[in-house]
């Protein structure tokens, strides 16, 4: 037993399976979670000392790697400044107007704290905006754990096999129509039958919660002309694409103007910011302006835009998404070159700073069809991976991320240990 299965065998008693969330556990791959102690730039350490090259980055938000010496500095300029105040504060002007340069669909944005938040608030908006109550959302996509978008939804909720969770009442989910994902003709089919009803559709363009599946451009781009036809809200859910696939998000990348846009993980550089924007129309019915309400104590904290302001400051580098794009290709070019040479199926797929990996003899384009990939080779080869110091989602249902920090030695130093880790999955290890 090492100091990990100690500690985990510790949290299980005081923490429900031992961890704050439960993408966390590796119940789907097995084995004790890794206990981490500290992070810088591209790697962590886990409690035996043990170094990890980062592939989850905290699910998203490090995009410039662990410990960055200009947010670190910015986060300590404002805890000396007051850790929260619970007023309007000058900095959170400033990360609206960033916001709101970067992501040009966004006339004003509200803060929040989670990527839920954000997605409850919006949805909760649409319907108060349109004056209806369906709710479209797509298979496979994950918007946060609010009662009426948990269904069929991906991430933690699929790695454990219970796509909808129990505790929502029926009629919470009675008017969320969940749709198959990548499939246009069967939303405009809906929108037909009942477009009059529908306050918005709900998507992430890039979905990364399904593993990764890109949306095709017809799909993307028919959501926003059915929307525009019909009256509803188009809602895309950036949280994890946002300054990630692109300085301008997924938005950016298929040339799509969205009604209301969410955003968490990179925005807050690691700290808990997410927020929700769009249209100046809809986001005036937000209180006190209008009659939807939303709030937070702890909405807008300086520390916190603080951390989110100086990241979004240095994502705007020239060159700085060619870079990471190019850290992406190389990861999944080499990844692939190693599993082909061993004579392994697998593939994969990259956007901006975000991964796929499957284990599928092609890049999947919805969620039946990631749900085909052996499970049972991904969690053997997860573990040659872990051993080699290379941290990887415990799931096939997670994307991967990269940082500006990982440079060719670490990915180089991952495309060996994948080479001999595809080598044991052949010889049966
Ligand atoms: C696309 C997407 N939306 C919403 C969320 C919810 O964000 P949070 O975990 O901050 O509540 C996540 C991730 O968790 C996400 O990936
Ligand atoms: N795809 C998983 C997430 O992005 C969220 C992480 C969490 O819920 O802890």
Not at 37 to 60: E, N, R
Not at 152 to 158: F, T
Not at 234 to 245: A, K, N
Request: aromatic fraction near 8%.
């Amino acid at each position: 037993m090492d100091r990990n299965d100690e500690l985990f065998e510790r949290a299980q008693r005081s923490i429900p399976g031992g961890v704050n969330s439960p993408v966390r556990a590796f119940r789907s791959v097995g084995g004790s979670p890794r206990f981490m102690q500290k992070a810088s730039g591209p790697f962590m350490w886990d409690v035996t000392g043990k170094k990890y090259i980062d592939y989850i980055l905290s699910w998203g938000p490090m995009i410039l790697g662990h410990g960055n010496p200009e947010v670190l500095r910015a986060v300590h300029e404002a805890c000396d400044r007051g850790l929260t105040f619970g007023t309007a504060t000058e900095p959170e002007i400033l990360i609206a107007e960033e916001i709101r340069k970067l992501v040009p669909s966004i006339e004003t944005v509200r803060l929040a704290s989670s990527g839920t938040e954000a997605g409850m608030s919006a949805i909760r908006l649409a319907c108060g905006f349109t004056g209806r109550s369906k709710v479209i959302k797509f298979e496979g996509c994950y918007h946060g754990h609010s009662d009426r978008l948990l269904v069929k939804a991906g991430s933690g909720m699929l790695t454990f096999g219970h796509p909808s969770s129990a505790g929502i009442p029926a009629g919470v989910t009675a008017d969320t129509i969940v749709l198959e994902y990548n499939n246009p003709q069967q939303l405009e089919d809906t929108f037909r039958s009942c477009g009059s009803e529908i306050a918005c559709v709900i998507v992430e363009a890039v979905g990364g919660n399904m593993n990764m599946v890109k949306g095709s451009p017809e799909f993307i781009h028919a959501i926003r002309d059915l929307c525009t036809r019909y009256g509803a809200v188009m809602i895309v859910d950036e949280v994890m694409t946002g300054f990630r696939v692109a300085l301008g998000g997924a938005q950016s990348v298929y040339g799509v103007k969205p009604d209301l846009t969410m955003l968490g993980k990179v925005v807050g550089g690691g700290m808990p910011v997410s927020a929700f924007g769009g249209r100046r129309d809809i986001m005036n019915m937000v209180a006190p302006l209008g009659p939807v309400y939303q709030a937070g104590t702890l909405s807008g904290n300086p520390v916190a835009v603080a951390a989110g302001l100086a990241t979004l400051r240095l994502v705007q580098a020239p060159g700085f998404y060619d870079r990471l794009t190019s850290i992406s290709r190389r990861l999944t070019e080499g990844l692939t070159e190693a599993a082909r040479s061993e004579g392994v199926p697998f593939c994969a797929d990259y956007c901006g700073g975000m991964f796929g990996l499957y284990f599928l003899p092609k890049v999947p384009t919805r969620f039946s069809e990631v749900t085909r990939a052996d499970t049972a080779a991904f969690g053997r080869w997860f573990h040659h991976m872990l051993d080699a110091g290379c941290y990887f989602a415990p799931s096939t249902y997670e994307a991967g991320f990269v940082s500006i920090a990982h440079t060719d030695k670490e990915i180089s130093h991952t495309i060996e240990a994948a080479r001999e880790a595809f080598a044991a999955l052949k010889a049966g290890q």
